[in-house]
């Protein structure tokens, strides 16, 4: 099962667990990782050529729709990013952990490199 084509979504409180967050990924038939992010800049708007699902284990930050909307994160989101969809990551002032779940078997950086121009975007055809 993979996401459904369009914009990313934020769940707020969608896990208190790190079971719950395996079961999602397993239902989706996602390939976990985990991620942490040390104190970063805001990234420019980009999409991925994967499916990707981040589910905030501890920490805090937002996230930038593509209409330039600023969405809160905090443990216990998810955040879903269907293949194609415009977003961006905030500014990190504190550290944040994800478990990442992604649709092919393949190094986290390698699956979500390079980051793709909006203009691109396989969902603005």
């Known amino acids: 099962m993979s996401l459904s084509p369009g914009p990313m979504k934020v769940i707020h409180g969608f896990h208190k667990t790190k079971a719950e967050v395996l079961e999602d990924i397993k239902r989706l038939d996602l390939w976990p990782t985990v991620y942490v992010s040390e104190r970063m800049e805001e990234l420019p708007p980009h999409w991925h050529c994967v499916d990707n ?3 905030v284990m ?3 930050s937002y ?3 593509e209409n330039g909307k600023h969405i809160p994160l905090q443990a216990g989101d998810k955040l879903e990013i269907p293949a194609g969809a415009i ?3 905030g500014k990190v002032t504190q550290r944040i952990v994800y478990i990442v779940g992604i649709s092919k078997p393949e190094n986290l950086f390698d699956a ?4 793709e121009s909006p203009e691109t975007s396989p969902l603005n055809l």
């Open 53 to 55: 699902c981040g589910y």
């Open 63 to 65: 996230v930038i729709d």
């Open 87 to 89: 977003h961006a990551e």
């Open 112 to 115: 979500l490199l390079p980051l």
């Open 58 to 60: 501890q920490g805090s």
